[in-house]
């Protein structure tokens, strides 16, 4: 339940320039406490806070409680502030108050559906890619990963989309290389020499060859 000493509005002040974020909360402290972990780890909603935050560091920041109110009267409270104020830093000037509200399914099927087609342009690919390249993933990680995916059918559209994406690589189990894909592997071949040479161990062997027959079942 609320603690009504700790419910209200409260503003994050610029002590370089003045200007503010103003916010409401059922949990001042705890909102306090997930807005300097945002603002520290460089992912806080507010780009204008987090630009400035980055330029002036934390000490340059003053955290207030501007007024105490029943969490009844927060949300009313909190856009009377915002009309009355401006702030600089809120990116949203329409309060959408759900500090402990938990979202119903209608509220969650529009959230995924709004999700769903979002793709990331190459550039954001290149910097996921680059942050992850030299990260092994836990042995559990990946048993979860096949548990969860054993005995899962890909679509016929998946099926499309792949060999799509295949298209112009190595060739899969049974088809032909081209002159092209052959030369295209011997220089791949010669500019990686610890390829050269490597032997699969009998297990090794009998686990890819399985592998391959499970897809060849499967397609």
Known sequence: MADPANTGIYEIVNLVNGKRYIGGSVDIRQRWREHKSGLSRGRHH?????????KYGGDAFAFRIL?????DALEATEQHTLNEQKPEYNT???VRTM?????????RAKISAAFANRYFSPETRAKISAALKGRVRPPEVGQKIAA???GRKASDEARA???????GRSPALGSKWTAEQRATHS???????????????PETKAKISAARRARIAAS
């Open 46 to 54: 507010s780009k204008a806070l987090q630009r400035a935050w980055n």
């Open 67 to 71: 007024a105490l109110c029943t969490r």
């Open 92 to 94: 949203c000037k329409v």
């Open 99 to 107: 500090q402990g509200v938990s979202p119903s399914a209608e509220t």
């Open 148 to 150: 969860a995916n054993r």
């Open 161 to 167: 989309n792949l060999r799509t994406a295949r298209a």
């Open 187 to 201: 220089e791949m071949l010669k500019a990686n020499p610890t390829f050269l040479g490597r032997k699969h161990s």
